[in-house]
C-alpha cells in the first residue's frame, strides 16, 4: 500500500508539470535480459540511438512518453559526436539539469529522472513527439518549400532563441535532433548529450566553450582552427547558429557543404574552404539563400546573430508576422529590462572584444 501511495503521488507530481526524480525499480526480459519495464512505465519499440544512449517509446496507464536510457560508455565514431569529455555519469547529469531550466513548446519537455545505480543507467522521462526528424526530407531527397522551410526556422529559432537565453549551448544542432510533431505541426529541439552551460546574465557573451563536442560535419569555421580549443574557446552560441546554417543547407542542397572521408581531413576544409552555392538548390527562393548565407558566414562577428534572425524578412513575412517576444529569465537581471533584439545585438560585439589575440 505504502509502495502505492509512493507512486501516486509521484504521478500526480509529473501530471503537474513538477520534474520527478526517483530510484528506478527495473524488469528485465529472463531471456535475452533487455529491459522491459522501469518503475511503472513499460517499454515499447526503440526510436532511436545515439552516441550517449537509446531512446524508446514507453507507455504508463494510457499516456505514453519517450524514455532515453543512457549508455554505460560514450562511442566517439565519425558521423557520431566527437568530444573531450568522458563519463556518462557527468553527461547524464549534466543533460538533466540542463533539461530541468527549460521549459518552452519548441523544446521537448523532461518529466522524470530515474536513476538505477544498479546497473550504473539514469532513465529521462520526456514527451513523446509523434511523427518524424527533419532529417526525412534529406533522406529521402525531398525538395522542401519556401513556406514549409520558414515555417520550420520559426519553430527553431524560437527553441534556440529559449536556449541562448538560458545560457545552454545545444552543440549538436542538426535536423536528425529536430522533431517535427505530426498532431500540432511545432518543430522541438531534442537531444541535449552535447549542450552545455554557460554564462548568463552582466556576462551575456562569456560563453566560450573550451571543449569539442558535436557532430563534425556541423562544426564552425572557428571550432576547426588549429588550437582553437588551446587558445580561448569558441563561441558556442555563434557556433549554434552556424550548424542552423548547415541543416538549411542539407534542406536546399541535400548534401552538407563540405564531405571528406575522415574527421580531421572534413574539419580542414570547413576551416580553409569557403561554402560553395553552385549546386542544384530544388527551387529555393532568394529569401532562403540570403538567410543561409547569413548563417554560413565564415567569422563569427559577421554570422546573423538571433537579433538578425528576429528582423529576417523570411521569417517575418518582410515584418508583417514578427516572431513572438522572447521568455527573458530572471537570471539575467537588468538584461530582462532592455529589448532582447538589443541583448543579442550585443553578443556579437562582445564576442569580439573578449576573444583573445592569436598566438
Request: net charge positive; charged share 25%.
Amino acid at each position: 500500500r505504502g509502495q502505492q501511495s509512493r507512486k501516486s503521488a509521484r504521478r500526480q507530481r509529473v501530471e503537474s508539470g513538477a520534474i520527478v526524480t526517483s530510484v528506478a525499480t527495473c524488469r528485465r526480459c529472463p531471456k535475452s535480459d533487455e529491459l522491459t519495464w522501469v518503475n511503472d512505465y513499460r517499454l515499447g519499440r526503440l526510436l532511436g540511438t545515439g552516441a550517449y544512449g537509446s531512446v524508446y517509446r514507453c507507455r504508463r496507464d494510457r499516456q505514453e512518453f519517450a524514455i532515453k536510457v543512457q549508455k554505460g560508455r560514450v562511442s566517439g565514431a565519425f558521423g557520431g559526436r566527437h568530444g573531450s569529455e568522458a563519463g556518462t555519469s557527468a553527461q547524464a547529469q549534466r543533460e538533466a539539469s540542463i533539461m530541468r531550466l527549460l521549459g518552452h513548446r519548441n523544446v521537448t519537455k523532461l518529466f522524470e529522472i530515474i536513476d538505477e545505480p544498479g546497473h550504473d543507467e539514469v532513465y529521462l522521462v520526456m514527451e513523446l513527439v509523434e511523427g518524424t526528424d527533419l532529417g526525412e526530407p534529406v533522406r529521402r531527397r525531398q525538395a522542401v518549400p519556401d513556406s514549409e522551410l520558414r515555417a520550420w526556422m520559426r519553430d527553431i529559432v524560437l527553441g534556440l532563441e529559449h536556449l541562448h537565453l538560458h545560457g545552454v549551448c545545444h552543440r549538436d544542432l542538426k535536423p536528425e535532433n529536430m522533431l517535427r510533431d505530426s498532431r500540432s505541426g511545432l518543430v522541438k529541439l531534442a537531444d541535449f548529450g552535447a549542450s552545455l552551460l554557460v554564462s548568463v546574465g552582466k556576462r551575456l557573451g562569456g560563453d566560450f566553450i573550451t571543449a569539442s563536442g558535436g557532430t563534425p560535419a556541423f562544426f564552425a569555421p572557428e571550432m576547426c582552427r588549429t588550437g582553437a580549443i588551446s587558445q580561448g574557446g569558441y563561441s558556442g552560441r555563434a557556433a549554434d547558429l552556424w550548424a542552423l546554417g548547415v541543416s538549411m543547407y542539407l534542406w536546399v542542397f541535400h548534401a552538407p557543404p563540405y564531405i571528406a572521408p575522415t574527421a580531421p581531413l572534413l574539419m580542414e576544409l570547413i576551416r580553409a574552404e569557403e561554402v560553395s552555392y553552385d549546386g542544384d538548390s530544388h527551387g529555393a527562393g532568394e529569401l532562403v539563400m540570403s538567410l543561409m548565407r547569413g548563417l554560413l558566414a565564415r567569422s563569427p562577428s559577421a554570422r546573423h546573430s538571433l537579433a538578425d534572425l528576429r528582423r529576417d524578412p523570411l521569417l517575418t513575412l518582410a515584418g508583417h508576422e514578427p516572431l513572438p517576444p522572447a521568455e527573458v529569465p530572471e537570471s539575467l537581471g537588468s538584461l530582462a529590462k532592455m529589448a532582447v533584439e538589443t541583448a543579442f545585438a550585443r553578443v556579437s560585439t562582445l564576442h569580439h572584444a573578449v576573444r583573445p589575440s592569436p598566438r
